[in-house]
Nanobody
Framework: VQLQASGGGLVQPGGSLRLSCAASGSIFSINVMGWYRQAPGKQRELVAVITSGGTTNYADSVKGRFTISRDNAKNTVYLQMNSLKPEDTAVYYC?????????WGKGTQVTVSS
């Protein structure tokens, strides 16, 4: 499985960004896709995940500001990030997993700064 992420960048506090991650290769119909992030000097942490059935889970720090969605026909997951804060600055990683199959994409940098 290959994961291609896009959509990171520099945004001012209060702004919005949308991340996308497209999976290709041997995709199992039942899977979980999502986003994790790692800020400098910190451990990688969950941001949001979504199952192929549409069940979602969010980190408390992003609830109400971020929305995860997916297009199963395109094997693509999206992360709409609104009301961004400087503390959201991190490298964001896409993840795909199904059973004992677990893949990570290359990170995309999100910087929230004025």
């Amino acid at each position: 499985v290959q994961l291609q992420a896009s959509g990171g960048g520099l945004v001012q506090p209060g702004g919005s960004l949308r991340l996308s991650c497209a999976a290709s290769g041997s995709i199992f119909s039942i899977n979980v896709m999502g986003w994790y992030r790692q800020a400098p000097g910190k451990q990688r942490e969950l941001v949001a995940v979504i199952t192929s059935g549409g069940t979602t889970n969010y980190a408390d720090s992003v609830k109400g500001r971020f929305t995860i969605s997916r297009d199963n026909a395109k094997n693509t997951v999206y992360l709409q990030m609104n009301s961004l804060k400087p503390e959201d600055t991190a490298v964001y990683y896409c993840r795909y997993y199904s059973g004992n199959i677990d893949y990570w994409g290359k990170g995309t940098q999100v910087t929230v700064s004025s």
